[in-house]
């Protein structure tokens, strides 16, 4: 079980890397303002959204703690596999993404430490391990990305035959991820929804609309905003549960990041079903 999720991951990313092409990067690098929204809407945006949430609605501490270490981890990387469905711009989402990941071990640490100081009270020093939150990165990100698209560029025609399968394939393997990990999690979920189940919302629907604001500010397209928004909203709740649990100690932080496993995921599906059901209405509308 504990073999799933990673597996599961790296093989999206695979197939991430198959739909992608080098030159969507190179886009990127002429064009880095989109990128530098998606890093302050996730870096500085998020944990001030959250900051506000936890104050508004009046969560206990160890609660609002974590919802501000919900939104201080790097965007998951389902959200690259997501924003491929909702047809927008993948090499935006994977930059952001991986960014994020990598700025990790300074940002989480500065960030969670700031809210236990303003909510609790106390004084923690939380760091992350550089080579573990480095390595996962690169072996469920970077590296079957990197293959996909080394893939496409040698083997064009192999790959063109076996898209349709793989597409299936992926969008199982993601079904599968989503399932595996709101089960692991469910029983702890319906216990705390009505204590933090408010919160994780506000903080998905904020999330993804000043992520896509601040897109829109610096000029970034459609496909492009599609992919802040998905990338703002699904967080790499893994790495949250491991800093409340494994680092801290403290399974009450955990819940935040337990309930917004469902929240993140649930908001994720129902844009790229409107997404769709968008494509579907023009490409009707062409046809006519």
């Known amino acids: 079980m504990t073999l799933i999720i990673p597996l599961g991951l790296a093989f999206l990313m695979l197939c991430v ?6 030159d969507d990067f190179r886009a990127l690098a002429r064009a880095p303002l989109g990128v530098a929204a998606g890093l302050v809407s996730q870096i500085v945006g998020l944990p001030l959204i959250a900051i506000v949430v936890a104050h508004l609605l009046g969560l206990p501490a160890a609660h609002a703690v974590g919802v501000v270490l919900v939104a201080a981890a790097p965007g998951g990387v389902t959200a690259n596999f997501v924003t491929l469905m909702a047809a927008g711009d993948v090499a935006l989402c994977v930059t952001v993404t991986v960014l994020g990941s990598l700025l990790a071990p300074l940002t989480v ?3 969670v430490g700031f809210a236990f100081h303003l909510f609790a009270g106390d004084t923690v020093a939380l760091s992350l391990p550089l080579g573990p939150t480095v390595g996962a990165v690169f072996v469920t990100t970077v590296v079957p990305l990197v293959i996909g698209i080394a893939a496409v560029e040698r083997r064009a025609d192999a790959v063109a035959r076996a898209r349709t399968i793989l597409r299936r394939a992926s969008f199982v393997v993601f079904l599968v991820i989503v399932v595996t990990a709101i089960a692991s999690q469910w029983s702890a979920l319906v ?3 009505k204590v933090v189940g408010l919160a994780d919302i506000l903080l998905n629907l904020a999330a993804m609309a000043t992520a896509a604001t601040l897109g829109r500010v610096v000029g970034v397209g459609a496909p492009g905003l599609v992919a802040l928004s998905i990338s703002g909203g699904l967080r790499n709740i893994a790495l949250a549960l491991t800093v409340a649990i494994g680092i801290l100690g403290r399974p ?9 496993v469902f929240v993140m995921n649930a908001s994720a599906l129902a844009l790229v079903a409107i997404r769709r059901r968008g494509q579907l209405v023009r490409d ?4 006519a």
């Open 17 to 22: 890397g198959l739909e992608t092409r080098i």
């Open 109 to 111: 640490p500065i960030v």
């Open 191 to 193: 216990a705390s929804w």
């Open 252 to 260: 009450d932080i955990a819940v935040a990041a337990t309930v917004y």
């Open 284 to 287: 009707q509308g062409t046809a």
